[in-house]
């Protein structure tokens, strides 16, 4: 009887690691090209685990944002959110280290002051706060309050 061959499975770090160098690869042709590798990522791949999506999550709000997808972009934003927490629990080392460039909060903030959603950027706001974004934070939340 032949043997079944088991299919090689991936540590999350190491897929976070492939997601990382792919992004970057396929943002040498710009934003509309990291866009649809991350796209494809989220197809191609469907036991991504949760703590990933979040990075995943969190580069396609920017590159929807760059390629003026604001429909994909506030998803993604979503969906960032939606993930967060399960990254800070599975991957808060790479989450610590990816927090200077996190952009889900921002461009949250960003769509939904344009939309006119000011208690939904605030709560943004409050979130940056709380995983430590720093003050610009504190002044973004309160130039938001003068608009209420």
Request: aromatic share 10%; net charge negative; charged share 30%.
């Amino acid at each position: 009887m032949a043997e079944r061959r088991r299919q090689l499975v991936k540590k999350p770090d190491e897929i976070l690691e492939n997601v990382f160098v792919g992004h970057r690869e396929a943002l040498l042709g710009g934003s509309e090209n990291g866009k649809r590798y991350l796209l494809n990522f989220l197809e191609k791949f469907n036991s991504i685990p949760n703590a990933v999506k979040f990075f995943i999550y969190d580069l396609l709000a920017e590159d929807a944002y760059q390629a003026d997808d604001l429909v994909l972009c506030r998803q993604a934003v979503d969906c960032a959110g939606q993930y967060l927490e399960e990254a800070k629990a599975k991957n808060s080392r790479q989450l610590a280290e990816y927090l200077p460039v996190l952009r889900f909060v921002e461009r949250g903030i960003s769509i939904m002051v344009e939309a006119g959603e000011f208690e939904t950027a605030l709560s943004f706001c409050d979130l940056a706060i709380e995983i430590g974004l720093g003050k610009a934070y504190a002044a973004k939340k309160a130039s938001i309050e003068r608009m209420l």
